[in-house]
């Protein structure tokens, strides 16, 4: 075993120095064959590299243990409490290759933050920003061959954490892990940026108020798996979420978030604290705005959606997350409702500011809002 490097942090660290991580390397690695095959064809979440991190965590020692090892099956005793009552909490942030070879995130302190607010409303301990962003540097060294350089691909990086401590009783676990692994990725729909079409659920609530919509917990996901279900059997790609007391204002999907585009061209986004803040939203109209566009975060509800896109109000809008990127919505389907056509196309604004954000990504254009962190030195 070998001790990486590992900066002295700074800021919000509990410790002076930060985690020192222990690396053991896979003695089973695929070859560069393999991993080629792999990268000409990612998908989305499909396959995974070589190593994992590790972070242990415990109320007597807390955070300790730092490791980057071989990726596996992980040991959970099965009465760990993730596995009966959901404390787990997670993150998405892809690492992105540059054309000089260079490997780079985006806002991954944003990512950071989100998670300590996850941790707070599941009872998880927090992990500092710094130790975050180390955690994601030490597995992306790790694997960096493993980042792709194709157009539109990168390394999907999914921090997370569970409540590992063996005990039934209800009560926030005392023992914890904390993990990063890494896929590769190409698109997450498989039309690429094609517009896509929603499902409209009207039986079913992501989150209440109250709630944990605003955590990136998996209880979310799961109770979004069944309307998701309905979405595909409609020939939908996503499920969008009502507010769950008088179903009336628009929330999120099941894994992105919603922007509506006005005539003016006005930019219009749900404003709940039952949604997921997303990063990629937050810095879309961060690049509107200084382009000049108008924007608001508000209350919205379906029959603005509806009356808006019928008058001409409306004329664009799009789904965004870290995994779609910036998606075109053609049309929004459920029981009596449906608004615009499968057959209509991406929006020039839409499309205008995929580009701006993938070209800070990807290196393209220059980051002047200093959100690009490297990864590989
Ligand atoms: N909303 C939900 C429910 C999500 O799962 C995601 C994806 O992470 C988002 C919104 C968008 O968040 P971000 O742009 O930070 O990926
Ligand atoms: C992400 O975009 O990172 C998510 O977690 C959402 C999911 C659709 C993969």
């Given at each position: 075993m070998t001790t990486t490097d590992n900066a002295p942090a700074s800021g919000d660290t509990p410790s002076e120095f930060g985690l020192q991580f222990e690396l053991t390397p896979s003695s089973t690695a695929r070859d560069d064959a393999e991993r080629e095959v792999i990268l000409s064809d990612p998908g989305f979440g499909k396959h995974f590299t070589d190593h994992m991190v590790t972070i242990d965590w415990s109320l007597d020692a807390g955070w300790h243990d730092a490791s980057v090892h071989p990726y596996g099956p992980l040991q959970l005793d099965p009465s760990a409490s993730v596995l009966h009552y959901a404390q787990e909490i997670f993150e998405g942030l892809k690492a992105y290759r540059h054309a000089d070879g260079s490997v780079w995130s985006f806002r991954p302190d944003a990512n950071a933050r989100r998670l300590q607010r996850s941790a707070r409303r599941l009872a998880l301990p927090e992990l500092s920003t710094d130790d975050f962003v180390e955690s994601i540097r030490q597995i992306v060294r790790a694997d960096l061959d493993w980042v792709p350089s194709a157009p539109e691909t990168s390394l999907y990086l999914r921090p997370f954490m569970i409540a590992t401590e063996a005990f039934l009783?209800?009560?926030?676990?005392?023992e914890v892990a904390y993990h990063v692994i890494a896929s590769p990725a190409g698109a997450y729909f498989t039309g690429g940026v094609s517009p896509v079409s929603i499902w409209l659920t009207t039986n079913y609530a992501r989150a209440g108020k109250g709630g944990t919509g605003a955590a990136k917990t998996g209880g979310n996901y799961a109770s979004s798996l069944l309307p998701q279900q309905e979405a595909y059997e409609n020939g939908c790609q996503q499920v969008l979420f009502l507010d769950s007391s008088e179903s009336n204002y628009i929330e999120e999907l099941g894994g992105m978030n919603?922007?509506?585009?006005?005539?003016?061209?006005?930019?219009?986004?749900?404003?709940?604290?039952?949604i997921l803040e997303g990063i990629t939203r937050d810095s879309i109209l961060e690049l509107a705005e200084a382009r000049g566009h108008r924007v608001e975060r508000r209350r919205v509800t379906i029959d603005e959606w509806r009356d808006g896109v019928a008058g001409g109000d409306i004329v664009e809008v799009f789904a965004c997350g870290t995994a779609a990127v910036v998606v075109p919505i053609a049309e929004l389907k459920g029981e009596g409702i449906h608004i615009g056509s499968p057959a209509a196309e991406g929006g020039e604004l839409t499309m205008s500011l995929r580009a701006e954000l993938t070209d800070i990504q990807y290196g393209r254009r220059p980051d002047v809002h200093g959100w690009m962190t490297r990864l590989d030195a």
């Open positions: 009783g209800v009560r926030a676990a005392q919603v922007v509506l585009v006005k005539k003016d061209g006005t930019l219009v986004t749900p404003d709940s604290d039952s």
